[in-house]
């Protein structure tokens, strides 16, 4: 096929792009260009749609044709580069496309691309939110081709939240993009090349081993460092690792040491053994990643060693103590996720020297990867430690047990039998910390540690509506990232204690309190009488501090309609007019979307205005506006 009419419009484009676009209908070689490119318009949609466009260009009279414009040279762009052809002298030269899969051009307007490509190249605020709406919303535009050169821009921007977002992303993409990410690749570079780097790795593992040994012969500090971990990917690197290792010094020998543990080579081992003797506990992260079983047979055996040198200890010192109970945290992190055959026979002997971190990792296999050696060890270690494994107690029991049951076990931890001062204690200690600072008495202190423990497992419950189940939200140790295990049900019950609370602890639920969002996602509209009694929770809360959009949409879900003192909440407007001020200005972010009625608000503006008289001190701009608006019969949604 000869493109030479293509090409000619291009040029012709780009000519009037220099003399101004509002003298297309005159240019008779535009004209001569288009009606050549008509003959091609039965060979394909794309030149047919070139055509129409191009004639609409130059017969339109509208003052606005620059997206036209702009559309149709981009379109021509397109073309002509998947036709792997494209001028080298007199005639068109055959070039090799970095564009091989079928969706590299997507027939978007530059209008729907400007915002993106705004926020890859610009400076300023709201660029992260852009680009992660597109992302939740509007995915396909990153598979633009025209996009890709800008997203290897945006990996040097200053906002580094950016560099990140763009990272994950261009790694989602196939090797076309790894040309682009080689042009201009410097590895003496900064950080956007790191991710380059990076990038390729993650796209291409052992293929581009080359590579990885080009950025580490010629590259800064920190390229070698990162271009060697890649070096884990193949096998045939052995000999280049042990190489590093006898002429490289620092951290970029340390991070050879690594690499061994990638290379199945009796070599490798002999090699690490040497190293990681020199400082265990420095370098003992190593292990998290590697997935060779001589490195998983040497952890193992370095922690049954540990544990038995540990034992015959005598830890005389708060010091001592707090060096061994950072050990065991690391052995902890990097032993929880690796095949030891022996690994919960050393949570049973590591336990007393770090309760905290055994009691984490025995949570996270309840939730994970529940079998009876688990149950078994925790049955056995509670017996010991008693009172000291409720929560893993409470989650086998959600787990596994009926939900009445359940709560006939544990309710009791929850304040069920005592009497309402006894609850308020309770409740209290969801706020404060520090129990031996609130009281010298044990057994008050192990009750109100123990609610705090159920109730931080309760607020990792939500309520899925759509499919009318609970869910236990636990965070996955591995990648922070959370496990949803659905439970059989949750014992209506539990919401009597949650809303034992009163008046006097609002103040204490700050919206950002975790707590707060845990009731919030435990609300089922199933139950009768639920929607009432949250309502008039969250509504006191409203009343406490300053309300957001989030609790007026979640009232507006409960049906909520009652906003008594809405506008002053609980504030003595009097004494405090200028949080009296602060509150009325949120409040005009959410008035028009809360549902109050024109009346009651009337009557709570007029309240205002009359104490304004007595104290003028008390600020009225807002209400003011607002009252004489509503009395000239306008709506508060329309405030």
């Known amino acids: 096929m000869n493109f030479e009419p293509l090409y000619e419009l291009k040029n012709r484009l780009e000519n009037v792009a220099v003399v101004g676009i509002n003298l297309v209908k005159d240019d008779f070689r535009l004209k001569r260009a288009v009606e050549q490119v008509k003959e091609y318009s039965t060979v394909a949609k794309v030149f047919k749609q070139i055509y129409d466009m191009g004639s609409s260009l130059i017969s339109t009279d509208d003052e606005d044709k620059c997206d036209l414009f702009l559309d149709l040279l981009a379109l021509l762009d397109a073309v002509l580069c998947t036709q792997a052809t494209t001028y080298s002298g007199e005639k068109p030269q055959e070039i090799k496309t970095i564009a091989k899969t079928k969706d590299f051009y997507k027939e978007l307007h530059y209008s729907e691309l400007s915002p993106l490509l705004y926020a890859l190249t610009e400076t300023g605020s709201g660029r992260c939110e852009i680009i992660e709406n597109i992302i939740e919303n509007n995915s396909k535009l990153l598979n633009d081709f025209r996009v890709k050169n800008y997203m290897i821009h945006g990996l040097s921007d200053k906002y580094s939240e950016i560099s990140y977002i763009i990272t994950e992303e261009l790694k989602k993409q196939g090797k076309e993009v790894i040309p682009l990410l080689k042009d201009g690749f410097d590895p003496q570079g900064k950080r956007d090349m790191i991710s380059r780097l990076e990038i390729i790795a993650s796209i291409c593992k052992e293929e581009e081993n080359d590579f990885y040994k080009y950025c580490i012969e010629n590259g800064s500090k920190e390229m070698k460092e990162n271009a060697?971990?890649?070096?884990?990917?193949?096998?045939?690197?052995?000999?280049?690792?042990?190489?590093?290792?006898?002429?490289?010094?620092?951290?970029?020998?340390?991070?050879?040491?690594?690499?061994?543990?990638?290379?199945?080579?009796?070599?490798?081992?002999?090699?690490?053994?040497?190293?990681?003797?020199?400082?265990?506990?420095?370098?003992?992260?190593?292990?998290?990643?590697?997935?060779?079983?001589?490195?998983?047979?040497?952890?193992?055996?370095?922690?049954?060693?540990?544990?038995?040198?540990?034992?015959?200890?005598?830890?005389?010192?708060?010091?001592?103590?707090?060096?061994?109970?950072?050990?065991?945290?690391?052995?902890?992190?990097?032993?929880?996720?690796?095949?030891?055959?022996?690994?919960?026979?050393?949570?049973?002997?590591?336990?007393?020297?770090?309760?905290?971190?055994?009691?984490?990792?025995?949570?996270?296999?309840?939730?994970?990867?529940?079998?009876?050696?688990?149950?078994?060890l925790i049955k056995e270690l509670s017996k010991k430690y008693e009172g000291e494994f409720l929560e893993q107690e409470f989650l086998i029991s959600l787990l596994q047990n009926k939900p009445e049951t359940t709560y006939k076990n544990f309710s009791k931890f929850a304040g069920v039998g005592k009497d309402e001062k006894g609850i308020k204690?309770?409740?209290?200690?969801?706020?404060?910390?520090?129990?031996?600072?609130?009281?010298?008495?044990?057994?008050?202190?192990?009750?109100?540690?123990?609610?705090?423990?159920?109730?931080?497992v309760i607020f990792h419950i939500y309520y899925n509506e759509e499919n009318k189940e609970y869910i236990l939200n636990w965070q996955n140790i591995n990648d922070y990232s959370n496990t949803k295990i659905k439970l059989s049900g949750f014992d209506k019950k539990w919401y009597d204690i949650i809303f034992e609370l009163d008046n006097d602890h609002y103040e204490s639920w700050n919206y950002y309190s975790s707590y707060n969002t845990g009731i919030k996602r435990l609300y089922n509209p199933d139950i009768k009488g639920l929607k009432e009694r949250y309502g008039e929770f969250y509504y006191n809360l409203v009343l406490s501090r300053i309300p957001y959009n989030e609790d007026i949409e979640f009232l507006n879900k409960l049906g909520w309609t009652n906003y008594k003192d809405f506008l002053k909440g609980k504030i003595d407007i009097e004494k405090n007019p200028s949080a009296f001020a602060n509150r009325v200005r949120y409040v005009g972010?959410?008035?028009?979307?809360?549902?109050?009625?024109?009346?009651?608000?009337?009557?709570?503006?007029?309240?205002?205005?009359?104490?304004?008289?007595?104290?003028?001190?008390?600020?009225?701009?807002?209400?003011?506006?607002?009252?004489?608006?509503?009395?000239s019969g306008v709506k508060v949604k329309e405030l």
């Open 228 to 376: 060697i971990s890649e070096l884990k990917y193949s096998q045939d690197n052995i000999d280049y690792i042990l190489d590093l290792i006898k002429t490289e010094k620092g951290t970029v020998k340390n991070r050879a040491y690594v690499s061994l543990l990638w290379m199945n080579d009796s070599r490798a081992e002999k090699e690490w053994d040497k190293f990681f003797k020199k400082k265990p506990f420095d370098n003992i992260y190593s292990f998290q990643f590697t997935n060779q079983q001589w490195a998983i047979d040497y952890l193992n055996n370095f922690i049954g060693v540990y544990i038995e040198e540990l034992k015959n200890k005598t830890l005389k010192t708060a010091e001592e103590r707090r060096v061994v109970e950072n050990e065991v945290a690391k052995i902890c992190s990097v032993s929880f996720n690796k095949e030891i055959d022996k690994k919960l026979d050393y949570y049973r002997e590591l336990y007393p020297y770090n309760k905290y971190e055994v009691k984490r990792i025995l949570s996270y296999y309840i939730v994970t990867q529940p079998n009876k050696e688990v149950t078994d």
């Open 425 to 456: 204690k309770l409740f209290n200690s969801l706020f404060n910390d520090n129990d031996k600072r609130v009281s010298k008495n044990k057994e008050e202190v192990k009750a109100r540690e123990d609610f705090r423990t159920l109730f931080n």
């Open 589 to 631: 972010y959410v008035l028009q979307n809360t549902l109050i009625s024109e009346s009651d608000l009337i009557e709570q503006l007029e309240e205002i205005m009359a104490i304004n008289k007595k104290n003028p001190k008390v600020p009225i701009n807002l209400c003011d506006r607002w009252l004489e608006r509503l009395k």
